[in-house]
Nanobody, 126 residues
Framework: QVQLVESGGGLVQAGESLTLFCAAF????????FAWYVQLPGTEREIERE???????????KYADFVKDRFTISRNDAKNTVTLLMDHLKPEDTAVYYC????????????????WGQGTQGTVSS
């Protein structure tokens, strides 16, 4: 099993930056990738979460079109942490952000079923 703790959310103005942190505990070696997902306002189910960014153990990355060139995902395997640097934030980036372990291969990311943290809220005012 894997436990995840997200942090770093907050309230910022449009154009500013936020850095989100995810600490992973447990059987993380089972998975070669980590990703950040977003739960947009008005949605509640886990299945409605959208992939924001993913990173493999080799450092390959994948981004959703709506965050490309603004967000950067990185990982520190020694500390079992995953970071999401969010620059040039827009009001539509307002959401709860979750990290999740998974498998990343052939340019695709496959999340592990049921492993989510409590999420961290990012709010961007206009």
């Amino acid at each position: 099993q894997v436990q995840l703790v997200e942090s770093g959310g907050g309230l910022v103005q449009a154009g500013e930056s936020l850095t989100l942190f995810c600490a992973a505990f447990g059987d993380t070696a089972t998975y070669n990738g980590f990703a950040w997902y977003v739960q947009l306002p008005g949605t509640e189910r886990e299945i409605e979460r959208e992939l924001v960014a993913a990173i493999s153990s080799e450092g390959a990355t994948k981004y959703a079109d709506f965050v490309k060139d603004r967000f950067t995902i990185s990982r520190n395997d020694a500390k079992n942490t995953v970071t999401l640097l969010m620059d040039h934030l827009k009001p539509e980036d307002t959401a709860v952000y979750y990290c999740s372990p998974g498998q990343y291969y052939d340019g695709q990311y496959y999340p592990a079923s049921g492993y989510w943290g409590q999420g961290t809220q990012g709010t961007v005012s206009s």
